[in-house]
């Protein structure tokens, strides 16, 4: 759950909840349909998607192997799988927490890092098109955090970056 | 052509077994700890670890480090049955299939998940013969009474007894360079015993690097 709304839960003995603690969990159960929707989406096209990107992936880097392209396929399914769970959740923590470490030193190790960089492309990509723009702003945050646990950050636009 | 569909196993794909908001449970109602498999799990509060350490020093003296080492030994042995149990169970393959990098994945979340610290695989004298493994944030070295060698027995015993159920061999493992020394991280060098034995005397006064070569360079 997310973590705004425990901590609301957890004031029950202290007081009624202020109007903006209300907002927060309204608008989650608001968003439940639509994100119960946008899951069963995911669920429904998990193989659609997954093999459009596979296809482009092979094509785009012919020069690996499949057993390389195969891994990072896999791996990309299971992100996508803590993806749809933490939106149905609204919770990046649990994307995170189920990635953390693991998936980065998993893909340095077998040096799949362009492989993924290139996966994860295609797949922002089939999923613009498979899913709805309001699906996607619930699904989106949730790629992004699996993405900053192991995918390397852009450099920050800062002047030392820049040479300046 | 690669079909995705053909990739999953009864349409699962492993993740973190030992990814921790996943493998620890808790009853707050009966007060226990469980992992994921519903086996029981205890906390070892400080005052514990310190109790036994100078508990065992004030008995046993010296021979507390030989005490620490046998009990590391045998906690290492049932740790390794009930590691393998757990990833074979989950991954749904032999641990003597997985492969390594999967394996040490595998090792170092089960060691961060148990709160034992982060641990890491340094193989440049693999082909010597030798295999080090090394540590940060132990809390064996934090809060074991402080000596002029390495102090970590405890764990240099359970990596013995693990890593020779692993490869089959009967191994020994001697620490290096030790956290509460001021070290960088802890330093375990597994290996066979007859050709790790001159490495208990040169732990007091020799860095990891120059008893390495000295181990080395006796072959």
């Known amino acids: 759950m997310h973590p705004q709304i425990e901590s609301a839960f957890n004031e029950a003995e202290n007081r009624y909840l202020h109007p903006e603690e209300l907002g927060v969990i309204t608008q989650y159960v608001e968003s439940l349909p639509k994100r119960m929707q946008t899951y069963c989406t995911l669920r429904d096209k998990e ?18 192997t499949t057993e390389a392209l195969e891994r990072s396929i896999k791996n990309a399914l299971l992100v ?85 | 052509m690669i079909s995705v569909a053909d990739l999953l196993v009864n349409d699962r794909i492993p ?21 994921r498999q519903g086996d029981r799990l205890i906390a070892l509060p400080e005052t514990l670890i310190q109790a036994i350490y ?16 046998n009990c590391g030994r045998w906690w290492g042995k049932n740790f390794y049955a009930r590691f393998c149990a757990e990833v074979t169970d989950y991954y749904g393959i032999p641990l003597s299939n997985m492969a390594m990098v999967e394996f040490m994945q595998a090792l170092q979340q089960c060691w961060i998940t148990h709160g034992w610290g982060k641990v890491d695989l340094d193989q440049s004298y693999q082909h010597r013969g030798f295999l080090v493994i090394k540590g940060w944030n132990s809390v064996f070295a934090r809060l074991a009474l402080k000596h002029e060698q390495p102090v970590c027995y405890l764990e240099a015993g359970i990596l ?5 159920q ?22 375990f060098v597994l290996g066979l015993a007859k050709r790790l034995e001159p490495a208990e005397t040169m732990v007091t006064n020799l860095a990891h690097d120059a008893i390495m070569q000295a181990l080395c360079g006796e072959n």
């Open chain 1, 47 to 64: 193989m659609t998607i997954m093999q459009q990107v596979a296809d482009q992936l092979v094509k785009t880097l012919p020069g690996e």
């Open chain 1, 80 to 164: 996508m799988r803590y993806c749809a769970m933490g939106m149905l959740l609204n919770n990046e923590a649990f994307v995170k927490e189920r990635l953390r470490t693991w998936m980065g030193q998993t893909m340095k190790a077998y040096h799949s890092q362009t492989i993924d960089s290139a996966l994860y492309e295609l797949l922002t990509q089939a999923l613009n098109q498979a899913l709805t723009p309001q699906q996607l702003s619930f699904f989106n945050p949730m790629l992004a955090a699996a993405q900053a646990e192991f995918l390397p950050q852009d450099q920050p636009l800062t002047a030392a970056a820049l040479g300046w």
């Open chain 2, 15 to 35: 993740g973190s077994y030992f990814a921790t908001d996943a493998y620890v449970r808790s009853d707050l109602e009966m007060g226990l700890l469980e992992n």
């Open chain 2, 54 to 69: 100078s508990g065992l020093d004030k008995e046993t003296g010296q021979a507390s480090r030989l005490v620490l080492f």
């Open chain 2, 160 to 164: 013995a007894a693990f890593f020779s």
């Open chain 2, 166 to 187: 692993l490869t089959g061999k009967d191994l020994h493992c001697i620490q290096t360079t030790c956290e509460s020394m001021g070290a960088d991280c802890n330093r």
